[in-house]
């Protein structure tokens, strides 16, 4: 079973304003996927706190990682300069596609700035803030990250 995390990256939700409500999703639909999920950990928005998290996420071995939140174009909003700090191969295709799909549902989707993409043998994408943004992303990628992590582990296409 290959393990996964979920981080949750909302300043409110760190400091215990709001309940974070996106990190839930996710971690449930990680866990029926098969995958060996904690609880969602929650950080504070902000390049440092998202790239910290990461790294402690790929020093646990962990194989994936989904973030929720802090990809929109608040000033706060810094996932993805975060991500990009720990990320060593961008998978642009992915985020594209989070996106497009993203916004036949909801028009604003396009405004996400989130990204995707590995570090060692680890997959990292990530995905906006709101509950329905993530049950909608989800499915897409669950649809491709054995693949991914098949690749990182050196296995020939199926």
Same mark, same amino acid.
């Given at each position: 079973?290959?393990?996964?995390? %979920?981080?949750?990256?909302?300043? &409110?939700?760190?400091? /215990? ?5 996106? /990190? ?9 996927? @098969? ?6 950990? $929650? ?17 646990? *071995? ?6 929720? @939140?802090?990809? @929109?174009?608040?000033? &706060? ?7 990009? &700090? ?7 295709? %992915? ?19 989130? $990204?995707? /993409? ?10 906006? *803030? ?10 897409? $990628? ?5 693949? $991914? ?8 296409? &199926?």
């Amino acid at each position: 079973m290959s393990t996964a995390a %979920v981080l949750t990256v909302s300043d &409110r939700a760190a400091a /215990g304003i709001r309940d974070d409500t996106a /990190g839930p999703v996710a971690v449930a639909a990680l866990r029926e996927a @098969g995958f060996d999920c904690a609880d969602a950990s $929650v950080v504070s928005d902000g390049a440092d706190a998202v790239a910290q998290a990461l790294r402690g996420f790929l020093a646990t *071995g962990i194989r994936l990682v989904v973030t929720t @939140g802090g990809t @929109g174009v608040a000033p &706060r909003d810094e996932t993805p300069e975060g991500t990009s &700090r720990v990320i060593e191969r961008m998978l642009p295709g %992915v985020a594209e596609q989070l996106r497009r799909a993203g916004a036949t549902m909801t028009p604003t989707a396009m405004l996400s700035r989130g $990204v995707a /993409g590995v570090s060692g043998r680890t997959f990292i994408v990530n995905l906006p *803030g709101s509950p329905k943004a993530v049950a909608e992303g989800m499915p897409i $990628v669950l649809s491709i990250a054995q693949h $991914v992590l098949d690749q990182l582990d050196g296995e020939d296409h &199926r």
